[in-house]
């Protein structure tokens, strides 16, 4: 390995090794964890819908389908109405972003 390809290597892993400190640091969980229960609480309805859903999906009563735009196997479960929570239609990841952002005013 060439001179500057191992200072650019320690300088990549250095700002990796500072990054995952400053992630474990106690005050950044706390934040995290505050900010998580902050959104659970005021969206009580989407995080019921959640659940429901993945508790039909272990019980088997809902069963994973495939996007309905790509094809993808690989999907989540998007709620059009969560006063719904088992009417749901399958997206992979890049299609479910697409509808979340299509949703914002």
Do not use: F, T
Request: with cysteine; glycine share 2%.
């Amino acid at each position: 390995m060439p001179y500057k390809d191992r200072q650019k290597e320690r300088e990549r892993q250095r700002r990796r090794d500072n990054q995952r400190k400053r992630w474990k640091a106690p005050i950044r969980w706390e934040k995290s964890k505050a900010r998580a229960a902050r959104w659970r609480a005021a969206h009580r309805e989407a995080v019921n819908a959640q659940a429901a859903a993945r508790y039909a999906i272990k019980r088997g009563r809902l069963v994973r389908g495939v996007c309905v735009e790509c094809g993808m196997a690989k999907v989540h479960a998007h709620h059009e109405d969560y006063s719904k929570p088992l009417e749901v239609v399958w997206l992979c990841s890049q299609h479910h972003r697409r509808r979340h952002m299509d949703e914002q005013p």
